[in-house]
């Protein structure tokens, strides 16, 4: 499950700050405002025990939603993802961050907005390894989402 955790982040992480594609995409109309939703986790393997319990919730704050995924792990390790998103008109990504922790994940801080224009990352693999840093300036294009597939009716 770590792996399978760690990959979706990281891809969505290595797209966005590598720009994977030049090409811009359809803006996703919002059809149904999002307002607030609280639901409690527990994630376990197929027949067994539970391995994490955690909370996702997601609030309206101005013109903007804020959703957060947090799951605590029974080794000690956090999984705690934050996503803000507008939808005036067109959903927008607007800020990001993950952090993990424990031994289910290497460590990882990883942030980005699109107010700031800025992005920060600090990873390590594996305790006692040496920390790797990065930071700059990040322009997020306009049709960047997250996680609304489902708002397109797919």
């Known amino acids: 499950m770590k792996s399978i955790l760690l990959r979706v982040s990281s891809l969505a992480v290595v797209a966005l700050v ?3 594609s030049g090409a811009a995409a359809e803006p996703i109309k919002v059809g149904l405002l999002e307002g607030n939703t609280r ?11 539970p391995i994490a319990y955690g ?7 101005g013109a903007l939603i804020e959703s957060r995924l947090l ?11 934050s996503v803000t998103f507008s939808q005036a008109d067109v959903f927008r990504l607007e800020a990001y961050r993950l952090v993990q922790r424990g031994p289910s994940f290497p460590t ?10 800025h992005h920060k990352a600090r990873t390590q693999e594996k305790k006692g390894d040496s920390e790797s840093t990065a930071s700059g300036p990040l322009d997020m294009p306009a049709d960047l989402y997250n996680g609304l597939a489902l708002a397109n009716g797919a």
């Open 18 to 20: 590598l720009g994977a």
């Open 71 to 81: 799951l605590n792990f029974k080794d000690g390790s956090l999984y705690d993802e």
């Open 55 to 61: 909370e996702l919730q997601q609030r309206p704050s």
């Open 39 to 49: 639901g409690f986790l527990v994630l376990r393997p197929p027949g067994g025990e």
């Open 108 to 117: 990882a801080d990883i942030s980005f907005d699109r107010k700031s224009g």
